[in-house]
């Protein structure tokens, strides 16, 4: 919690919400009070505006609907749900959800979307602070418009529009502590003491090697093998650039990005998810399948979004569970930071509705606590996400970590390889919850 809190205060990125805000604002605007006179229900104000602004899903496949209308349509548990909580909260400011306005809502969802609300809310509960969160978030909706708000999603990263305009301080670092007291507990403080000394001394090329070769020696806390074999087959390939000097690709501004990814970030990856969590994770240019399945029931046109790198389950069928989006070290577009995010974030969204919908056809309890996680590396940061769905579709700031590019820069390793291996563990956690 510490570093998320330094993180919140500092507000370390620059991103954007949206360009052209306030223009997209008044355009609402002006739509909204064109279609208050407009006596169609599915064309009103809300439709456009809420959090439910997604296009109906007239045609649904008949295996999907019955699915969603038979295993869990009975369910016993009489858990509140995050949304009834809201409606409570609303009502006690004099702002009360009509009957109405309440089908406008549930008639501008998605299809998949009432499902897993039907699913999921009946077996969770969340807590007031974050009820309090999402009725802020609807004043949020009202007052916005981007891409986030019209796919349902709450970003709760430090530094977005909504967290630092509209939550309150309390509320949110209440939810912050639900979510995170439990992952700051799951790297050992006696690895990251290890890990701060091992980086502490300044050290030749030739000692380098020799401290690498001691990572082999025998040790019996499982914790620390996993760590030390980890970093002895990840770590090579940065000292062998740092030992070409002048040379050294990491200091190479007109590197390409599968150049970037292929030596220093996917292997990284792929080995922290091996050693730590036993799930296989696929470099490369690769159509996200939840996605595809999203375009085909919704009948969207337009190819499948593609990811960089994709993480699996370990279950018998193989779900998604964590997508990568990179790019060039040093040459990054203007736009591509935030069109990286939000196709994570929308990915992240899709992972979790398929991953639930796919489980209730194969006659199968959903997990309750199924987290979907993104990784964005942008320039020289590498910066991991995870996405929950209580009520609401919520997106998280893991942490993010500097890529150490030369010898004078190895004591940002520590937290380098924490922050890798606590998202490998965060991933491991989230695949035994099948």
């Not at 039907?118 to 077996?123: A, I």
């Not at 799930?279 to 919704?298: H, T």
């Not at 060039?328 to 919908?357: F, H, L």
Request: aromatic content about 10%; some cysteine.
């Amino acid at each position: 919690m510490k570093i998320r809190n330094e993180v919140h205060e500092k507000v370390v990125s620059n991103r954007a919400i949206e360009p052209n805000e306030e223009s997209l604002r008044k355009k609402q605007k002006r739509l909204d009070e064109q279609e208050d006179a407009d006596e169609d229900v599915y064309s009103s104000n809300y439709a456009s505006s809420s959090l439910t602004n997604k296009p109906q899903l007239d045609e649904q496949e008949d295996d999907d609907e019955d699915v969603y209308s038979s295993n869990y349509a009975s369910s016993s548990l009489t858990n509140k749900s995050c949304s009834q909580q809201k409606t409570s909260e609303r009502g006690k400011t004099g702002e009360d959800i009509t009957v109405e306005e309440q089908e406008r809502r549930e008639n501008g969802s998605d299809h998949d979307h009432n499902l897993v609300k039907n699913l999921l809310n009946e077996l969770q509960q969340c807590s007031e602070k974050m009820a309090s969160l999402v009725c802020s978030f609807q004043v949020y909706c009202d007052d916005s418009v981007n891409e986030l708000i019209r796919n349902e999603i709450m970003d709760l990263t430090p530094s977005s529009e909504f967290v630092l305009r509209y939550t309150n301080e309390d509320d949110y670092m209440q939810v912050l502590k639900e979510i995170f007291e439990p992952v700051d507990k799951l790297f050992p403080e006696s690895a990251i003491e290890f890990l701060e000394e091992f980086f502490s001394e300044n050290c030749t090329h030739q000692q380098w090697d020799n401290r690498l070769e001691s990572l082999l020696e025998p040790e019996e806390d499982p914790f620390f093998i996993k760590l030390k074999r980890f970093l002895f087959e990840t770590l090579p390939a940065f000292f062998d650039a740092y030992s070409l000097l002048h040379n050294n690709p990491l200091k190479n501004h007109d590197m390409l990005e599968d150049e970037f990814m292929n030596t220093y970030i996917h292997p990284v990856l792929k080995r922290a998810l091996w050693r730590f969590s036993g799930i296989r994770y696929i470099p490369g240019n690769q159509a996200i399948q939840a996605s595809a399945y999203r375009k085909s029931i919704m009948k969207q046109e337009g190819n499948a979004d593609r990811s960089d790198g994709i993480a699996y389950t370990t279950t018998e069928k193989p779900y998604e569970i964590c997508i990568v989006e990179g790019s060039r070290p040093y040459v990054v577009d203007d736009t591509k930071e935030m069109s990286d995010y939000v196709q994570n974030a929308r990915a992240g969204k899709d992972i979790i509705n398929y991953t639930v919908v796919s489980e209730v056809k194969l006659k199968r309890a959903p997990p309750l606590q199924f987290k979907s996680y993104m990784v964005q590396s942008i320039g020289l940061s590498l910066r991991f996400y995870l996405m929950d769905y209580l009520g609401i579709y919520r997106l998280f700031e893991i942490e993010t970590c500097e890529i150490p590019t030369d010898l004078e820069s190895v004591d940002l390793f520590p937290s380098f390889f924490r922050t890798v291996v606590t998202w490998a563990l965060m991933v491991r956690g989230t695949d035994q919850e099948f």
